[in-house]
């Protein structure tokens, strides 16, 4: 039987509550699964700021290890109504966090934290999710074990920090762990490098996790289960009344990730797109002994009345302007900038050029390394650099939006009624998506036009 795969993140793991909603989801599967699970919400960021502190202050570590302690022994107690399968669960947790101590008290003794060690780190928030979610279905009768990456192994290219996973090395491994007919939880967020290192795969990663052991099984389906209503015609914090789309092409749904739409990690669908798994996003929260999927994203193309299924932003965005009287004509120039940025460590989001001036979109969090790194090279055909802050891009997607007359004019006049002025536009690149520049000021407003403009 083939495997459906099933993602719950962060914001699946908030409350009592969301742990029962999440019991009551896999019991209405009622098959073997695969069960891949974020840290609880908010446990990343608390690693990360806790791997800070502990470098310079001992006492920190028992800090964050009673911290974590006292917040599982809080879901046991609200979760487990055997005493056996709570007591069980509770050692195996302790021991756990265990592990993790000796690895922050050796983070301290040398004062430095260096990446391989990072990465082990902060894959105790996912690691701790396996193992207590694994108890808590077990003790309501579901056959389920936790199962690690490394015990597949997930092999990754081994890149710290932010590792891709090979599915040709990864494959067999992974089907051999997984093949067993039960529910397996893994924790989501990391893989393993060739020599066996955890190597994380990126903030927000438990979303591709799920979606490469999707793709090594050859999974029916990768379900990703959300507390929103799956991919919307726009933000509902923004529009009243926004569509749910029943359907969306892995290229729609790739765009609308990358260009901010909060529902899948953008490097989700790639994976899958390949070998034409579908993604299922479901509601936990509107969940009724039903797992009928809100949004599928599949293969088969669907171009609507509107043809922008929806409209999205991103405020991770901000531009570094190369200005120089012909750096359009210059040769190299692009080459020496990028390849100093990727030295650097830094991610081009994208590049658009014109005769006097090169821009180059980046994430904010980029923008003041790069401007040193690129000021630093001194290039003779650029006479002036700026960095452009406080902006949002946004982006209107959907199949047969290059095809279709008409489209940008509408997009754009809505803008000009409400007096928004648009900075820079790129249409072409991607044939389902057209996405402009903002003030950051102006983004709300933006979004409001067009989508009155395209589904009132
Ligand atoms: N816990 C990880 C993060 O916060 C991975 C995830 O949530 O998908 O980045
Ligand atoms: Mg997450």
């Avoid at 399968?85 to 690895?103: F, G, H, P, S």
């Avoid at 260009?259 to 509107?286: C, M, Q, S, W, Y």
């Avoid at 980029?366 to 949002?392: N, P």
Wanted: net charge negative; charged share 25%; hydrophobic share 45%.
């Amino acid at each position: 039987m083939r495997k459906v795969v099933a993602k719950f993140g962060g914001s699946n793991l908030k409350k009592k509550e969301d742990i029962q909603k999440l019991v009551n989801v896999i019991k209405a599967y009622n098959r073997p699964m695969v069960i891949v699970v974020s840290a609880f919400y908010g446990i990343t960021n608390h690693l990360i700021k806790s791997l800070e502190e502990v470098k310079q202050d001992e006492s920190k570590i028992k800090g964050l290890t009673n911290f974590l302690l006292t917040m599982k022994e809080e879901v046991i107690r609200e979760n487990f109504d055997d005493e056996k399968w709570a007591r069980d669960t509770l050692n195996k947790v302790e021991r756990r966090i265990e592990e993790l101590e000796r690895y922050l008290i050796g983070v301290h003794y040398i004062g430095a934290v260096p990446e391989f060690v990072e990465d082990v780190i902060l894959s105790f928030g996912e690691r701790l999710s396996s193992l207590i979610l694994a108890g808590i279905l077990a003790s309501k009768g579901v056959d389920a074990e936790e199962a690690l990456p490394e015990e597949m192994p997930l092999i990754t290219d081994g890149e710290f920090g932010n590792a891709t996973v090979i599915y040709e090395a990864a494959e067999q491994g992974v089907k051999r762990r997984l093949d067993a007919e039960k529910v397996f939880v893994v924790p989501g967020f990391y893989g393993v490098s060739e020599e066996g290192k955890v190597t994380l795969l990126g903030r927000g990663g438990s979303d591709y996790s799920a979606a490469a052991l999707a793709r090594c099984l050859g999974a029916e389906s990768l379900d990703v289960w959300k507390d929103v209503d799956g991919f919307m015609s726009a933000d509902p914090k923004l529009v009243s009344c926004p569509k749910r789309i029943e359907t969306l092409t892995y290229t729609e749904a790739a765009e609308l990730s990358y260009f901010g739409a909060g529902i899948l990690h953008p490097r989700t669908v790639e994976p899958l797109k390949e070998v034409g798994i579908p993604i299922h996003i479901g509601n936990i929260d509107t969940f009724n002994e039903s797992i009928t999927p809100r949004t599928v994203v599949q293969t088969y193309k669907t171009i609507t009345d509107s043809i922008v299924k929806s409209v999205t932003y991103s405020d991770d965005f901000c531009i570094l302007k190369l200005r120089g009287a012909d750096v359009g004509m210059k040769k190299g120039v692009l080459a020496k900038v990028s390849v100093a940025l990727d030295r650097a460590g830094i991610n081009i989001k994208s590049v658009i050029t014109s005769q006097i001036a090169i821009n180059i979109l980046l994430s904010a969090k980029d923008i003041k390394k790069a401007f040193g790194v690129i000021e630093a090279l001194q290039l003779s055909a650029v006479t002036e650099l700026v960095a452009i802050e406080q902006i949002s891009t946004i982006a209107a997607v959907g199949e047969g939006l290059l095809d279709h007359p008409g489209i940008a004019g509408r997009l754009f006049s809505a803008l000009a009624c409400e007096d928004i002025n648009v900075k820079m536009i790129v249409s072409g690149a991607s044939s389902v998506a057209t996405y402009f520049v903002v003030a950051s000021q102006d983004r709300e407003r933006a979004i409001k036009a067009i989508h009155a403009a395209f589904f009132n």
